[in-house]
């Protein structure tokens, strides 16, 4: 199954925090179901990984809000503890837009709403953005 997009905006589990993931699925099962959003899984990748590897049947639920961006940033902020650098990094990859662009003919969001979205300075994000452009 497909990643969507916007869950692809985080890093995935990796390491000894997936192998703790792993053994906790298989534990104790799932807890929540996977979210799914135009046939692909919005949130709980790292959760269907970890079913896979325990041998776990994953369960599965259709997404119903108005604003999956809001949703995955929201669920995956309380999860994960990122320092700021991190959350720059995750709102120039929502961060889309170029200085003077048509919204509505580029898919993203203005570096304004990424940079509140994750709290984070605008200045920030366009820094973080200019390192996944051209590098350090």
Excluded at 3 to 26: Q, S
Excluded at 33 to 59: F, K, Q, S, Y
């Amino acid at each position: 199954m497909k990643f969507h997009p916007l869950a692809n905006i985080f890093p995935l589990v990796e390491g000894p925090d997936f192998d703790e993931l792993v053994a906790d699925i298989r534990e104790h099962g799932l807890h929540g179901p996977i979210v799914l959003h135009e046939g692909m899984i919005l949130d709980g990748r790292n959760r269907l990984r970890a079913c896979i590897a325990a041998g776990i049947e994953p369960t599965f639920t259709a997404y119903t809000g108005d604003d999956p961006v809001a949703y995955v940033i929201s669920l995956n902020l309380r999860r994960r503890h990122l320092d700021e650098s991190q959350r720059a990094m995750v709102a120039a990859k929502l961060a889309k837009l170029r200085d003077g662009q048509r919204a509505d003919l580029v898919e993203g969001l203005p570096i304004g709403r990424a940079s509140a979205l994750l709290n984070v300075g605008e200045r920030t994000v366009a820094r973080a953005r200019e390192v996944q452009e051209h590098g350090a």
